[in-house]
C-alpha cells in the first residue's frame, strides 16, 4: 500500500534507459502501465509498441541528465495538453489487463482448451 500510495503521489515518473540486446529484453511493459494508471506524466526511452495501446504521448529521452531535465520540463508544460490521449491509453490498459480482463481471458483459454482436450478422439 505504500508504493502505491507513492507512485500515486508522483508527477512524473521515469522509465530508465536500459540497452536492448535480443529478443525479450528491455522496458517491461506493466512498469508503463502503472505509472500511467497512477496519473503520472511518462517519460521512457523509446518503447515498444504494446499491443494496440498507442503510448506517443510519453516524452522519449536519451538516458543522459541534460535529456531528462529538459524532458522534465516538458513534462511539466504538457501534462494538461496530453491528458485526452494519456487517459485513452489508462482506459485500454484497465480494458485489456486488469484482474477482471485478464480473469475473462484466461477463462476462455482455459475454456477452449477444455473443449478441444474432450473433443479430440481417444487413443
Known amino acids: 500500500a505504500a508504493m502505491h500510495e507513492a507512485l500515486c503521489g508522483c508527477d512524473c515518473t521515469v522509465v530508465p534507459l536500459e540497452r536492448t540486446t535480443g529478443s525479450g529484453q528491455g522496458v517491461f511493459p506493466f512498469k508503463v502501465f502503472e505509472y500511467l494508471v497512477a496519473a503520472t506524466h511518462v517519460i521512457a526511452p523509446e518503447l515498444a509498441p504494446i499491443r494496440e ?15 531528462l531535465v529538459d524532458q522534465l520540463r516538458k513534462a511539466e508544460k504538457n501534462y494538461v495538453r496530453e491528458r485526452e ?35 479430440a478422439p481417444a487413443q
Open 53 to 67: 495501446i498507442n503510448l506517443s504521448f510519453a516524452l522519449r529521452w536519451d538516458g543522459s541528465p541534460e535529456g
Open 85 to 119: 490521449p494519456r487517459d485513452f491509453a489508462v482506459a485500454q490498459i484497465v480494458k485489456q489487463y486488469s484482474i477482471p480482463a485478464v480473469e475473462t481471458a484466461f477463462g476462455r483459454l482455459l475454456e477452449e482448451a477444455r473443449t478441444s482436450v474432450c473433443a
